[in-house]
């Protein structure tokens, strides 16, 4: 397995849908696609009960744990060489698992790639620090390296990349065309409350 694809959910119902329909339509063989449900209270669960199995692993939590340890939990279950996540109400571009997939046998740690944020594509020439949804990780490097998720309210993301970069990690910055469109317009945290 090449790549495993982390989508962690809560409450993103109005959202979940066209997500997973993009992904549905990107299925391959080298690819997981795994599905977490943190204790979700909006009918998310009727949608994730629809999905092909043989497409999509859903767990779902009977407890809300928060979007550090859902992403651990994630990252813990995955078989893929790589790792990469996506909120529940973002979306990916149709060309998001192939575009990926081309790049994993350069034997990077990290591949970041380019997003949409509020209406504006980001190319960064710089590691982006902030976010774990706009990068695919190496899981030999994360687990050599006992890299993990914390169990914090916010800036999960930032501490996960901050214990990345300690290691100086092999750091590819991909250009081409945007792979993940963050939703601003979301008004649930994934995050306990």
């Not at 902030?130 to 800036?155: E, G, H, M, P």
Request: glycine share 4%.
């Amino acid at each position: 397995m090449k790549l495993s694809v982390i989508v962690t959910n809560y409450n993103k119902s109005e959202w979940l849908p066209p997500l997973l329909e993009v992904l549905q339509k990107q299925k391959n063989d080298e690819v997981e696609y795994i599905i977490i449900d943190d204790c979700s209270t909006d009918g998310s669960r009727d949608i994730l009960e629809a999905l092909d199995k043989n497409i999509f692993k859903v767990i779902y939590h009977s407890k809300n744990i928060g979007i550090g340890c859902t992403r651990q939990e994630g990252l813990e279950i995955s078989k893929g060489d790589y790792i990469t996540f996506i909120d529940g109400d973002d979306y990916v571009s149709s060309v998001y698992v192939k575009i990926l997939l081309s790049y994993l046998d350069k034997g990077y740690d990290v591949i970041q790639f380019p997003y949409e944020y509020n209406d504006r594509r980001k190319i960064e020439e710089e590691r982006e620090i902030c976010y774990v949804w706009c990068k695919a990780y190496s899981k030999t490097f994360l687990n050599k390296n006992n890299i993990r998720f914390q169990d914090l309210k916010a800036t999960e993301d930032y501490e996960f990349n901050c214990e990345v970069d300690k290691y100086i990690p092999n750091y590819f910055i991909l250009e081409g065309p945007v792979l993940y469109y963050y939703n601003v317009l979301a008004s649930n945290s994934l995050s306990r409350s």
